[in-house]
């Protein structure tokens, strides 16, 4: 949604497709899921939600995303997960 988006460009000679990337906005939504998910009771739901959220933080990395906010949220992710298993 604010990575990948493409619109038509302003310019009028030339339509071109321009690719939309948020950085913030996609870090931002990513802190929003993981707070989401800390507020689930069952511990295995809590745990897969987890896992999708370090998905698409490793998504948005491999895909040029370099913000060490989002960094910070893959890594911390990894310690729930281990956490969660114990």
Do not use: P
């Amino acid at each position: 949604m604010f990575w990948s988006s493409k619109v038509q460009s302003s310019d009028s000679e030339e339509k071109q497709a321009v690719e939309l990337r948020n950085e913030k906005k996609v870090v931002d939504q990513l802190k929003k899921a993981s707070k989401t998910a800390e507020k689930c009771l069952e511990a295995l739901l809590r745990q897969q939600l987890y896992i999708e959220i370090l998905e698409k933080a490793h998504f948005y990395i491999s895909d040029g995303l370099e913000n060490a906010d989002l960094q910070s949220l893959a890594d911390s992710m990894s310690q729930k997960i281990k956490g969660e298993r114990k």
